[in-house]
Structure formats: structure tokens, C-alpha cells
């Protein structure tokens, strides 16, 4: 008599077949089934599958419960059901091998395919991990009901499958196939945002395509997912391979140099140096300095300024220590400082700082007096250290920097000469700053780089609005939003006010330009409960700071009627 072909199949929905016909079972028998075959071969105690069979709610008598289930199995099972489930105290043993279960059979393929690698075979470790992957079916144990034990496998197994992914992309990428990884790498690293190996290895594969910049941006973009959203910097392997992107050279040595050597599975960090990088006595004995990161997140609504954000960057390729984003009240400065900003902070390793300078607020402004100990604690100094004096406070904060590449962003600066305290006398260093004032105290005397930041054009004041109110609304009442856009003169903090009123209500703009045209536009302009957050506002803060001939100008050509003004009246 020949003995019946079992397969058991975990890597999916729990599936049994003998000699290829699938045997059906219930869902308390499928559960019990599926927690032995997790752990083939090994005794499982009754108080254990009573546990996972119901977790904390366990029915009376639950081991007879346990025991009829046992036996309904069997007999689902055929004829060789006691020799594949056998009793052993304290409990029971589903025997299979890898030849009848996935399962084993997976995690035989990941294992021998991660000791081919490290040998550096990476054929066979290619082989193993395809076979591997062919052999998973869907999410394990998708098809069962809800228990303890499920969700731990589920999330094991659901490790080793982006292991064994992951593995196979390396191996493509060592034997020549980096186009094909390519693919299947961009589809982790956006399945996984924060994981580190994937997007090492889609770095190492852009790189060998010839696309060195996209590397580099794909390393820009995780380093600060990693850092906004875990407070952490990429590990020592990662930073090494982009510092190797950087300098044009090989990237093969940081994923092929042995186990030690390779990109962390995980994202936990071991105090102990990277053996890829040469540790002299000296270097390993110097403390390791702080990185702030101070810059506050990006605008989500920011649009257009495609020509501010090139002048920004020719700046950054000129090597200018200092630049300036100049404009009037609500024109979107900050939001422009911050974007560019995050952009380029990969340029800056050794961190950014961010001052609110309050130039045009009503607290009173932040002097450099108050500011250097910031910046000092920014950089690593503890309170005690700061020296009391202003120019030893200053001396210290340019002797820090000296050696550094750092972006020091100061936002609301009303007055040319707090800045030129406040000034690195590094090359390596840039210091941003945002104001009303055209600072040209700043151009003239200490070379300062100037960007005027205007309104928005109208195709980008469009773009503002569907953002805020949605797309579907502005489609819906085009020439309503294009009227909204004139009222708010293409002015980012009165286009995102209007946004905050209207929300996504239908026919909720027209209403609201009505609204704008018979309470008057300041009235209107401004988000309830945040005073501070209105057109008025900030205007009235900029008319506060104007001398007093200018007021009574300002007040004198506000009596006028008409609007166009000529330069003689």
C-alpha cells in the first residue's frame, strides 16, 4: 500500500492536500493545525494551544476541548492522521518536513541563501531566494480568526519574506542585473519607508546604472524621514555608502564585505563601530558632537517659486555664506525658507539651526543677546559653559562653527545688525534669513545674496487654493476661484485663510467671494480663535515698524480714491 502524499501549506491560507486533493477543515481544526505546523516537530503543551486557540476567553474543560479536536484532525487527515499528529507530553507533535510543508521548506531556502551570499556566492544565493519567494501565496494564516500567536508569526514570517526580497535584489545587484532590482527595490522602499536596507540597496543599484543623483536624493529623503519622524540619524554603513556615492566610488564593499559589513536589517544601533570604516586611536577617544536638527516641518501646502528656489540654489553652488528672502507681509517667506531648507540640509552634515527672530511680531524682537545662548545650546553647549559676555558668547559660537558646514535659518529678522552678530566665519556655513526689510545694510557691507519673494503668479494661486478647498470645487466653479485669487491679490496667507473658511463644502467659494466683496476683504481675512493669523494682522505689524512720516503717507494715500498711484503723487 502506498503511502498518501501530504503537502501542507502555511504561506497563504492555511491549505492540506493528500495526493492532491485538498482536504477541508473547520475553523477551530484549521487553527489548531496551523499552530502545530508553526511549530513542526516540536511539542506543543495543551496549556499552550488553549492559549492560542483562545487566547485570553478560554472555554470550560478547555483540555477535552483540546483532545476532540485532536482527534477530528486525524481523521480529517486519512488513515496515516496518528502517525502525522502523534501525542507526547505535555501535549502534541505534527511531524512534516520540508518536502510536505512551505513553510520549512522557506525558511531552509532563506537560510542557505544568506550563507551562500556571505561565502559570496551569489548565483546560488539568487537561486535560493527566487525559490524561496515562489513558494509564498499570500499574508500566512490570513484566513484564520483573530489570535495572539497569528499576529506574532505574521509578523515573523512577514521579516523573512522581505528578507528573502531584499536578498534576491542584492544578488541581482552582484551578478550584474541591478536594472532588474531596480524595480522590485523601488516597491519596498515605498512599502517601507524607514527601512534601511532596501534603500541602501536601491542606492548601490542607481548608482551602477548611472544614476548617482538619484542615489543621492533617495538618501536625502530617508535621512530625513529618519530624523523628523524617529529623531535618529541612518546608521554608520548607510552614511559610509553615501559618502562613497559622493566621492564617485565603488559602492560593492559596503553590501558585499561580510556579515559585519552589511546593511542593518532593522533599525537598531550598535554602540560598536562599522568595521568598514578605519578607526584610529584618536578618532575613536574624540567625543562625537552633536547634530542639531532643529528646522520645523515643511509647509504642506507650498506651490510654485520654481524661480526663488533656483536663485537659492545658484547661492548654494556660488559658496555664498549669507543670503536673504526679502518681502512683504504674508508673501510666503518662511514657507519658502523651510522648503528650500529641508532641500539642501544634506548639504550641511553637521546639522541645521532655526531662530524665530520675532522681527515683526507682537512680542518684542530677539536680540543676539538672546539668541547666541540658543544657538550655543544648539550646538552642543550646556548651559553652565556659555560664557556671560556678549563678544565671548559670540567668539565661542564662531569657533564652533569653524570647522563645521552648518545652516543657521533666521526667520522674521527686522534689523540688519542683529544678523551680522549672529554671522559664521566659516566658508563651509550659509546663513539664511527671512525679512520685510530689504536688509540692504546686509548687501552692501557683508555681501549678502538677496531673493525678492512676490505674490504668486495665478496659475500657482489656483494650485494653492484646489490644495486647500480641493480640486473637485475649483473644477466645479473656475471662474469663482479665479475671482477668489484676484481678491486675495495672489497673496499665499490670504489664499490659505480663504482656504481655511471654505474647507470642501459645494458651491462654498462663490459664497465666500460674495462674502469678500460686501464685508470688506481685511474683515473677512482672518481664522477664527488665531487673531494672529490674519491679513490685518500682519500688515498691522508691518505698518508698526514704518517711521512716523511713513504712517501719515500710508494714512493719506489710504483717503484717496481710485487705486493706481504714480510715482510723483
Same mark, same amino acid.
Request: glycine fraction near 8%.
Given at each position: ?21 485538498? &482536504?477541508?477543515?473547520? =475553523? ?15 511539542? &506543543?503543551? &495543551? ?5 492560542? *486557540? ?5 472555554? =470550560? ?6 483532545? #476532540? ?16 499528529? +502523534? ?9 512534516? =518536513? ?25 548565483? @546560488? ?16 494564516? #490570513? ?17 523573512? /519574506? ?12 552582484? @551578478? ?30 542607481? /548608482? ?10 533617495l538618501y536625502t529623503a530617508l535621512r530625513r524621514r529618519m530624523v523628523d519622524e524617529l ?19 565603488? +559602492? ?23 568595521? *568598514? ?41 556660488g559658496a555664498e555664506p549669507l543670503a536673504l528672502i526679502v518681502g512683504p507681509a504674508g ?12 532641500? &539642501? ?103 549678502? %545674496? ?19 478647498v480641493g480640486a473637485e470645487a475649483v473644477a466645479a466653479d473656475p471662474d469663482a476661484a ?29 459664497? %465666500? ?12 481675512? /482672518? ?31 489710504? @483717503? *484717496? ?9
Amino acid at each position: 500500500m502506498l503511502t498518501p502524499r501530504l503537502r501542507f501549506r502555511l504561506l497563504g491560507p492555511l491549505d492540506v492536500e493528500i495526493d492532491g486533493r485538498a &482536504v477541508s477543515l473547520t =475553523g477551530r481544526q484549521r487553527a489548531l493545525c496551523a499552530v502545530l505546523l508553526l511549530h513542526a516537530n516540536h511539542v &506543543v503543551s &495543551v496549556d499552550r494551544l488553549i492559549q492560542c *486557540l483562545w487566547d485570553d476567553r478560554p472555554p =470550560g474543560a478547555g483540555a477535552a476541548r483540546v483532545r #476532540a479536536l485532536v482527534a477530528e484532525v486525524r481523521r480529517a487527515l486519512g488513515p496515516s492522521g496518528t502517525d502525522l499528529l +502523534t501525542t507526547r507530553r505535555p501535549g502534541y507533535v505534527m511531524h512534516a =518536513g520540508p518536502a510536505e510543508l512551505d513553510l520549512l521548506a522557506f525558511e531552509n531556502l532563506v537560510r542557505d541563501g544568506s550563507r551562500a551570499a556571505a561565502d559570496g556566492d551569489w548565483r @546560488t544565493a539568487r537561486r535560493c531566494g527566487e525559490e524561496a519567494l515562489e513558494l509564498w501565496r499570500d499574508e500566512p494564516l #490570513a484566513d484564520l480568526p483573530e489570535m495572539g500567536v497569528r499576529e506574532a508569526e505574521v509578523q515573523r514570517l512577514g521579516e523573512l /519574506h522581505l528578507v528573502a526580497r531584499e536578498s534576491v535584489a542584492e544578488a541581482e545587484i552582484e @551578478t550584474g542585473r541591478h536594472r532588474q532590482a531596480i524595480a522590485e527595490l523601488l516597491r519596498l522602499t515605498a512599502a517601507h519607508p524607514l527601512r534601511e536596507r532596501p534603500h541602501g540597496l536601491l542606492m548601490a543599484a542607481l /548608482h551602477q546604472d548611472g544614476r548617482s543623483a538619484e542615489a543621492l536624493e533617495l538618501y536625502t529623503a530617508l535621512r530625513r524621514r529618519m530624523v523628523d519622524e524617529l529623531g535618529m540619524e541612518p546608521s554608520v554603513d548607510l552614511r559610509d555608502l553615501h559618502h562613497r556615492l559622493l566621492g564617485g566610488g565603488r +559602492t560593492g564593499a559596503v553590501l558585499t564585505g561580510g556579515p559585519g559589513a552589511r546593511l542593518s536589517r532593522s533599525h537598531s544601533r550598535s554602540p560598536s563601530p562599522s568595521p *568598514l570604516q578605519p578607526q584610529t586611536q584618536a578618532s575613536s577617544a574624540a567625543p562625537e558632537r552633536p547634530v542639531p536638527r532643529q528646522l520645523p516641518p515643511t509647509p504642506r501646502r507650498f506651490v510654485g517659486r520654481d524661480r526663488e528656489l533656483d536663485r537659492l540654489d545658484s547661492c548654494l553652488h556660488g559658496a555664498e555664506p549669507l543670503a536673504l528672502i526679502v518681502g512683504p507681509a504674508g508673501v510666503g517667506k518662511s514657507a519658502l525658507a523651510l522648503n528650500w531648507a529641508h532641500r &539642501v540640509a544634506d548639504r550641511f552634515p553637521d546639522g541645521q539651526l532655526f531662530l524665530d527672530m520675532r522681527g515683526f511680531d507682537n512680542a518684542e524682537p530677539m536680540t543676539p543677546d538672546e539668541a547666541l545662548p540658543l544657538l550655543l545650546q544648539g550646538l552642543g553647549c550646556a548651559p553652565r559653559d556659555i560664557p556671560l559676555g556678549a563678544e565671548a558668547q559670540t567668539a565661542l559660537y564662531r569657533t564652533l562653527l569653524a570647522d563645521r558646514r552648518v545652516l543657521v535659518v533666521l526667520d522674521d529678522v527686522a534689523d540688519a545688525s542683529y544678523v551680522r552678530r549672529l554671522l559664521p566665519a566659516s566658508a563651509g556655513s550659509l546663513t539664511l534669513v527671512t525679512s520685510r526689510d530689504k536688509l540692504s545694510g546686509l548687501v552692501t557691507l557683508d555681501g549678502g %545674496y538677496r531673493v525678492s519673494c512676490d505674490v504668486l503668479d495665478s496659475a500657482a494661486a489656483l494650485e494653492l487654493i484646489s490644495g486647500a478647498v480641493g480640486a473637485e470645487a475649483v473644477a466645479a466653479d473656475p471662474d469663482a476661484a479665479t475671482r477668489l485669487v484676484e481678491l486675495c491679490d495672489r497673496l499665499p496667507l490670504a489664499l490659505c485663510v480663504a482656504g481655511s473658511w471654505i474647507g470642501d463644502r459645494p458651491g462654498s467659494i462663490r459664497a %465666500y467671494v460674495r462674502d469678500l466683496a460686501d464685508r470688506g476683504r481685511l474683515a473677512r481675512l /482672518h481664522v477664527e480663535g488665531e487673531e494672529s493669523v490674519a491679513v490685518r494682522a500682519a500688515l498691522d505689524l508691518s505698518y508698526g515698524t514704518l517711521p512716523d512720516e511713513a504712517r501719515l503717507a500710508f494714512r493719506r494715500l489710504g @483717503t *484717496l480714491p481710485g487705486t493706481g498711484r504714480s510715482v510723483p503723487a
